[in-house]
Structures are given as structure tokens and as C-alpha cells.
């Protein structure tokens, strides 16, 4: 007989965020059945459901006997509204929509600080919007918002590194971020499956504990130190990013990283995460100190050959 262990419904597992949560639980004795769009290596103690989160079929398998569902999967980056309306709306009501007529009560959600400002970004609309679906709901819910994330296998966050290597790292000009790595975020996810009570109804803003986040300048300087560089800081305006984010479209078309979008919230000047919506330190604090984290992020990337 096999180990019978306490099984966790996942989204986004093959991503950025989702793999190092899926590393986190399973380390944590959990068992995962995980949704994937692509044939994965088989995995002891992984169930890969093949699917999407627009197929229910799919995802009613995905929840088979879990007793929580932590959903990462979202879309990042698209070409307009509907995009992100599809990947962040549609498919967490879908998701929710499943785990309330399986009876699974428990539900980690990973959204975003730019839920906060719906205003500036169809992306932070869509998880604006994808927050109220789940809020409505009867599941026994958690929201997470994480600001910015960094760690190994992190490609948006790798330009910022790319530039430090040739010295010259661009950033908004004005405005203050939070930041959190990848492993912290996802110990807190699974810390979450098994609370009671005490996070339900929460929503948390996680960060690395540093008080009033990082000026840009100095997020740009300590990514230069990770890379042994002291590389220029050039701060961007808004319509110099909305600039380079028409030069992105015009070479990379739909594979643009800077789209307008991303143009629109990165120059809101307080991306810090809310003292009233910091995690209890009974259920979760951050471990990793952001300039070690970002050397040891910057040796991966150099390790795997990324950079």
C-alpha cells in the first residue's frame, strides 16, 4: 500500500510560482494532482491531470479527493482585456465553480498588489474582478496578493539581471515596490491549506519584511550588486515606458514584455504592501533576506545558463 497522504488541488504547477509550490507541498506531506497543458515527467506523490482551466471536465478531475485547491494559474501578459478576462475571470469562476459542487471548502487564491488599483491595468481588473467571484462565494477562502517576485525560473524578473550584466538597468523613474522570493511565497501558500479559522475571509500582502519596500533605485542597484555589477540606473517617465512598450509590440508583437498594460501599473508609484494586510506572524514569516536572495537568484540564472 502506498503512502496516503492529504492531496491539494493545484494550478499553474509547470510555472514560475506554481512549481516551487508544488516543491513546498510536496516536502510538506501533501499529495498534489496537478493541472498541466503538456505530457509531464511521471512524479512520485503527483497526479498530472492534463487539462485547462477552461474545461471542467478537466478540472472536476483535478479536484478528485483533494481536501484544498490552491490556485496559481493566471495570465500575466496579453494582447488586450479579453485575454486576461479569459485566463484570470472565467477561469477562477470556473475553478471555484468546480470545488463548490465537489464540497471542497478550502481555497488559496494567489492574486495581485495590482488588484488594488483596478483603474490602471486590465490585468489588475481581471484579478480585481476574479477576488469578488471568490468573495461571493461560500468556500472558506484565503486571497494572497504578492508584489514583486523574484527567484530561479523567474523570466520576467531575469530582464532586470540581463541588464545589470551590460550595466544599465532601466526602472521607473518615481515609486516604491515590495518584493518577496518565490520560496518564501509558496511556504506561505501551503501554510495556508491546513489553517482554520483564523486566515479565512483574509486577504494578505506578503513581502520580505523590509519596512516601506524598495525604492526602484534601489531594487536596480541591489540587482547590479547579485551581478557583481554597479550598473546606471535609468529611471523611465510614463511616457517613456508607454514608448518602449510600442517598441516591444513592434518587435515582439504578442511575445512583447513590456505591453502598455504592464506600462500603465508599473509607474503607479506604491506598489508596498499594507501594514493592516500583513500576514500574523503565527502563521507565516518570510525567511529569505532580499540582497542574499537575489545573489543566489542570479547564480542560478548563470548556473542553468540563463544569462
Known amino acids: 500500500m502506498g503512502e496516503e497522504r492529504p492531496t491539494i488541488a493545484l494550478t499553474g504547477a509547470t510555472g514560475f510560482v506554481g512549481s516551487a ?3 513546498e507541498a510536496l516536502a ?3 499529495g498534489v494532482r496537478a493541472l498541466t497543458r503538456r505530457e509531464q515527467a511521471p512524479r512520485a506523490h503527483v497526479t498530472w491531470v492534463a487539462g485547462e482551466l477552461g ?24 494582447p488586450d482585456a479579453a485575454g486576461f478576462e479569459e485566463g484570470n475571470v472565467t477561469g477562477t469562476l470556473n475553478l471555484v465553480e468546480t470545488a463548490v459542487a465537489k464540497g471542497i471548502h478550502r481555497f488559496v487564491f494567489v492574486s495581485s498588489l495590482s488588484a488594488r488599483e483596478p483603474q490602471l491595468s486590465a490585468y489588475g481588473a481581471s484579478k480585481a474582478k476574479a477576488e469578488k467571484f471568490l468573495k461571493a462565494s461560500a468556500l472558506d477562502w484565503t486571497i494572497v496578493r504578492p508584489p514583486a517576485i523574484y527567484g530561479p525560473r523567474d523570466k520576467e524578473m531575469m530582464e532586470l539581471f540581463r541588464a545589470a550584466k551590460w550595466g544599465l538597468v532601466p526602472v521607473p ?40 519596500g524598495w525604492s526602484h533605485d534601489e531594487m536596480a542597484r541591489a540587482i547590479g550588486w547579485a551581478m557583481g555589477r554597479r550598473p ?9 515606458l508607454d514608448r518602449v512598450a510600442a517598441l516591444d509590440n513592434f518587435l515582439r ?7 502598455r498594460d504592464r506600462a500603465a501599473y508599473f509607474s503607479h508609484p506604491d506598489w508596498v504592501v499594507s501594514r493592516h494586510a500583513r500576514v500574523p506572524s503565527g502563521i507565516w514569516t518570510p525567511r529569505i533576506e532580499t540582497r542574499e536572495g537575489l545573489r543566489m537568484t542570479a547564480d542560478w540564472y548563470r548556473d542553468n545558463k540563463w544569462l
Do not use: W
Not at 485547491?69 to 500575466?76: E, L, N, R, S, Y
Open 253 to 259: 508583437g504578442t511575445k512583447a514584455k513590456m505591453t
Open 173 to 212: 523613474a518615481q515609486g516604491r515596490a515590495s518584493m518577496i522570493h518565490v520560496e518564501d511565497l509558496a511556504r506561505l501558500l501551503v501554510a495556508l491549506v491546513g489553517r482554520n479559522g483564523d486566515s479565512f475571509g483574509a486577504t494578505y500582502e506578503p513581502d520580505d519584511g523590509k519596512a516601506d
Open 28 to 30: 510538506c506531506g501533501y
Open 232 to 240: 546606471r540606473v535609468i529611471g523611465l517617465s510614463r511616457k517613456a
Open 21 to 23: 509550490v508544488l516543491e
Open 55 to 78: 474545461d471542467s471536465a478537466s478540472l472536476s478531475e483535478l479536484t478528485r479527493g483533494a481536501e484544498a485547491v490552491v490556485h496559481v494559474a493566471g495570465v500575466t501578459n496579453a
